[in-house]
C-alpha cells in the first residue's frame, strides 16, 4: 500500500507571494493533518480535515489555509508568504480522525520543504 | 498549556550501548503518548504508543514506558546500532476529544560504529 505523498518536496519563493502544498493520503484514509516543523517552534499543528471539513485548527494567522476535496486529497495555502514560514511542512493521514478511544496512529508523508527569500 | 520538553537535544553513543531518551510533559491529563522517529528527508514513522492507561510499550530493542502522574516517558534503546541514528519525536494527544499532537523539539540520536 503506498505512503502518504506530498507534493512538491521542495519549493523556493520570495516574500508576499502565494504557495499550495498537496498532500494525497494513504488509500482508504479519510482524516488528514497537517504540521509545520521549524528548528525554533519544533512541530506545530496547523489543521486537521475530515470528509471535507476542517474539524480543528491549530494557533497560526488566516494566512494558513486549507481544503480537502472529496477523494480525501488535501491541499494548503499560504498567502503573502513571510520569512518566518520557512519550514518542513508534514502530512499526516489516519483512517478517522482521532476520538476518545481511537487507537490508529497517523502516518506521515515526507514534507514540503519550503524556503521563503 | 500542554508543553513537552524532550532531554537532551542530541547525544552521542558508541555501538552497542543502551541508552535513554527522556520526554516530560505539563498536564498529566493525557489520552496517550508516542514515540516517532525522523530520518533526514523523511516524514515520522510511528515506533511505539502508550496508552495512558498502560505503562509501557515493547517493540523490538525499543521500550517505551509511561508514568503520567509525573509528566514523564522514557524510550529505552537496547544495543544501539548505527542504523538508529536519527531525530526521535516524543509527542502527546491531550486529555480532549478532536485535538491534535504536541510534539517536543525531540532527541538527535548519532550512534557511531
Known amino acids: 500500500k503506498a505512503g502518504v505523498t506530498q507534493t512538491p518536496r521542495y519549493l523556493i519563493k520570495t516574500r508576499g507571494q502565494q504557495v499550495t502544498l498537496s498532500c494525497s493520503p494513504i488509500?482508504?484514509?479519510?482524516?488528514v493533518s497537517w504540521y509545520q516543523q521549524t528548528p525554533g517552534q519544533g512541530l506545530q499543528f496547523l489543521f486537521e480535515y475530515f470528509s471535507e471539513t476542517q474539524r480543528n485548527k491549530g494557533n497560526f494567522p488566516g494566512r494558513f489555509s486549507g481544503r480537502q476535496f472529496s477523494n480525501s486529497r488535501s491541499e494548503m495555502n499560504v498567502s503573502t508568504l513571510e520569512l518566518g514560514d520557512s519550514a518542513l511542512y508534514l502530512c499526516a493521514s489516519s483512517p478517522q480522525p482521532y476520538r476518545v478511544g481511537y487507537q490508529e496512529t497517523q502516518y506521515f508523508g515526507p514534507g514540503t520543504r519550503l524556503l521563503v527569500l | 498549556k500542554q508543553e513537552v520538553t524532550q532531554i537532551p537535544a542530541a547525544l552521542s553513543v558508541p555501538e552497542g550501548e543502551n541508552l535513554v531518551l527522556n520526554c516530560s510533559f505539563t498536564d498529566s491529563a493525557i489520552y496517550n503518548l508516542q514515540w516517532f522517529r525522523q530520518d533526514p528527508g523523511k516524514g515520522l514513522t510511528s515506533l511505539l504508543l502508550?496508552?495512558?492507561?498502560?505503562r509501557e510499550q515493547t517493540s523490538g530493542r525499543l521500550n517505551a514506558s509511561l508514568d503520567k502522574s509525573s509528566g514523564r516517558s522514557t524510550l529505552y534503546i537496547a544495543a544501539s546500532q548505527p542504523g538508529d541514528s536519527a531525530t526521535y519525536l516524543c509527542a502527546v494527544r491531550p486529555g480532549q476529544a478532536g485535538t491534535a499532537l504536541i510534539f517536543g523539539k525531540g532527541t538527535t540520536l548519532s550512534v557511531s560504529s
Open positions: 502508550i496508552q495512558s492507561s498502560q
Open positions: 488509500s482508504g484514509h479519510r482524516s
